[in-house]
């Protein structure tokens, strides 16, 4: 954590009376407290624990203009790329090659190349294999992953000790059993300023922002087979080449929130959005991890089979799933993900259909499914292209928007999923008479 006064803030009831902001001062062994005097007082940890939840809490969000002003500067007239360097990797952990280079020195295409893979860095979802992380307090220490990735921003990837260490400590960490290729760019970014209406000012700087990007690809051998030779116009065998495939996983450092360096997290990329590099996370970037989608999913589900319990129905359920919708759809026009903390949770709910007395432990099982202060994703826990009812013999997929066709019905004391059939009726691709079941010809 930063020493200054904006870094942590305690509430009145976990601190002294009247004391609201603080000195955070972390030494080695010891946790204070310093007011504006510079007195010193210790802190309990369990208070501590409690405030670093509350700041992790917060709102942090690099949103969709944000990212995609970023990847605008990979292009020949925009790119601001001081250097590239690489670190070639087998499956045995080893470093087979590195490389340390100005990068407006290299050929044409492959700039075009390794353009095509820096944005691939900062594409997909905000919220789902884009994360803006926080650092962990540790990581603000002598050493720790902020500390360092700070100097190696600024040493501008020059200084090869560094570089050895960086590389060392992915190596350590990224889990990929075969050969990989790891990429480290510094870019500097001259940040226009934006008029109210959000125009451009070019000739308004309101800051350079300096960052690192790093790009983790696997590298895969080409399939043999038959290739064509320009210089005798004929097929022949074409050998196998190790070709570098688009990143894995990535991160931008420092991010970009609010169209300006924010130095209290990176922006994180995984190319499978529900499974994360949990190790790399710890060990390189020393970030909060986050639940993936996936897990954010699957929690969700676990959250509301514990809720509803016995009365966990088809309707209620029918009903959680368009209010989700709904409110994705309402929020479609704003550039941040919609999210959900658990009183909205609890609202949703309540909106469903559910009733009273199955919420009273709503907040207890919400904490122990999702986490007290995590928001869930909307579109990570909605299903918005899909409607899926499932037996142990029957899986009926239905369309979202028309969930209102099928119900459930007891007929002489047995459940049946009743489907109401419109003018159309189709059975292994062929056409049958809704009302009499009769194949339908086509004259």
Same mark, same amino acid.
């Given at each position: 954590?930063?020493?200054?006064?904006? /870094?942590?803030?305690?509430?009145?009831?976990?601190?002294?009376?009247?004391?609201?902001?603080?000195?955070?001062? /972390?030494?080695? @062994?010891?946790?204070?407290?310093?007011?504006?005097?510079?007195?010193?007082?210790?802190? =309990?940890?369990?208070?501590?624990? *409690?405030? *670093?939840?509350?700041?992790?809490?917060?709102?942090?969000?690099?949103?969709?203009?944000?990212?995609?002003?970023?990847?605008?500067?990979?292009?020949?007239?925009?790119?601001?790329?001081?250097?590239?360097?690489?670190?070639?990797?087998?499956?045995?952990?080893?470093?087979?090659?590195?490389?340390?280079?100005?990068?407006?020195?290299?050929?044409?295409?492959?700039?075009?190349?390794?353009?095509?893979?820096?944005?691939?860095?900062?594409?997909?979802?905000?919220?789902?294999?884009?994360?803006?992380? +926080?650092?962990?307090?540790?990581?603000? &220490?002598?050493?720790?992953?902020?500390?360092?990735?700070?100097?190696?921003? #600024?040493?501008?990837?020059?200084?090869?000790?560094?570089?050895? *260490?960086?590389?060392?400590?992915?190596? =350590?960490?990224?889990?990929?059993?075969?050969?990989?290729?790891?990429?480290?760019?510094?870019?500097?970014?001259?940040?226009?300023? +934006?008029?109210?209406?959000?125009?451009?000012?070019?000739? &308004?700087? #309101?800051?350079?922002?300096?960052?690192?990007?790093?790009?983790?690809?696997? !590298?895969?051998?080409?399939?043999?087979?038959?290739?064509?030779?320009?210089?005798?116009? /004929? $097929?022949?065998?074409?050998?196998?080449?190790?070709?570098?495939?688009?990143?894995?996983?990535? $991160?931008?450092?420092?991010?970009?929130?609010? +169209?300006?360096?924010?130095?209290?997290?990176?922006?994180?990329?995984?190319?499978?959005?529900?499974?994360?590099?949990?190790?790399?996370? /710890?060990?390189?970037?020393?970030?909060?991890?986050?639940?993936?989608?996936?897990?954010?999913? =699957?929690? $969700?589900?676990?959250? !509301?089979?514990?809720?509803?319990?016995?009365?966990?129905?088809?309707?209620?359920?029918?009903?959680?799933?368009? @209010?989700?919708?709904?409110?994705?759809?309402?929020?479609?026009?704003?550039?941040?993900?919609?999210?959900?903390?658990?009183?909205?949770?609890?609202?949703?709910?309540?909106?469903?259909?559910?009733?009273?007395? +199955?919420?009273?432990?709503?907040?207890?099982?919400?904490?122990?499914?999702?986490?007290?202060?995590?928001?869930?994703?909307?579109?990570?826990? &909605?299903?918005?292209?899909?409607?899926?009812?499932?037996?142990?013999?029957?899986?009926?997929?239905?369309?979202?928007?028309?969930?209102?066709?099928?119900?459930?019905?007891?007929?002489?004391?047995?459940?049946?999923?009743?489907?109401?059939? #419109?003018?159309?009726?189709? !059975?292994?691709?062929?056409?049958?008479?809704?009302?009499?079941?009769?194949?339908?010809?086509? =004259?």
């Amino acid at each position: 954590m930063k020493n200054n006064a904006d /870094a942590l803030i305690f509430h009145t009831a976990l601190c002294a009376a009247s004391i609201t902001k603080l000195l955070f001062i /972390a030494e080695p @062994n010891k946790i204070w407290l310093c007011d504006s005097a510079g007195i010193k007082m210790p802190v =309990e940890w369990r208070l501590l624990k *409690k405030c *670093k939840k509350e700041y992790i809490g917060m709102e942090y969000k690099m949103i969709k203009k944000e990212i995609n002003e970023i990847k605008s500067q990979y292009t020949l007239e925009e790119c601001g790329i001081l250097r590239l360097c690489g670190c070639y990797v087998n499956g045995d952990k080893e470093k087979v090659a590195r490389f340390n280079q100005t990068f407006l020195n290299l050929p044409e295409e492959e700039k075009h190349k390794y353009f095509d893979i820096f944005r691939k860095t900062l594409s997909g979802t905000p919220g789902k294999n884009l994360l803006d992380m +926080r650092f962990t307090m540790d990581s603000y &220490a002598d050493g720790g992953a902020r500390t360092f990735l700070y100097q190696l921003r #600024d040493s501008e990837l020059k200084d090869d000790a560094l570089l050895e *260490k960086f590389y060392d400590k992915v190596i =350590e960490s990224y889990s990929h059993p075969g050969n990989y290729l790891i990429l480290l760019i510094n870019q500097v970014y001259d940040v226009p300023g +934006r008029t109210s209406d959000g125009i451009d000012m070019e000739d &308004a700087s #309101d800051e350079v922002y300096s960052y690192l990007l790093c790009s983790i690809c696997h !590298v895969s051998l080409s399939k043999p087979g038959l290739g064509y030779f320009e210089e005798d116009h /004929a $097929f022949h065998d074409q050998q196998q080449n190790h070709m570098v495939d688009l990143p894995d996983i990535g $991160f931008l450092f420092p991010a970009f929130n609010n +169209r300006s360096e924010d130095g209290e997290g990176v922006l994180y990329y995984s190319k499978d959005a529900n499974a994360f590099e949990q190790l790399f996370l /710890a060990q390189v970037l020393n970030c909060e991890v986050p639940l993936s989608a996936g897990s954010q999913k =699957e929690n $969700f589900q676990v959250l !509301v089979e514990e809720t509803l319990g016995e009365e966990c129905n088809y309707e209620t359920i029918k009903n959680i799933h368009e @209010n989700l919708n709904e409110m994705i759809q309402e929020q479609k026009g704003n550039p941040e993900p919609v999210t959900i903390d658990k009183t909205e949770m609890r609202d949703l709910l309540e909106k469903s259909g559910v009733k009273e007395e +199955r919420l009273q432990d709503f907040e207890e099982h919400f904490e122990q499914a999702i986490g007290e202060n995590t928001r869930l994703m909307a579109a990570n826990i &909605a299903e918005t292209r899909k409607f899926e009812v499932k037996t142990p013999d029957v899986v009926v997929k239905v369309n979202p928007e028309r969930t209102d066709l099928v119900e459930t019905m007891e007929i002489e004391g047995k459940q049946y999923l009743v489907i109401q059939i #419109d003018e159309h009726l189709e !059975v292994n691709g062929i056409s049958v008479n809704p009302e009499t079941g009769e194949v339908q010809y086509n =004259e």
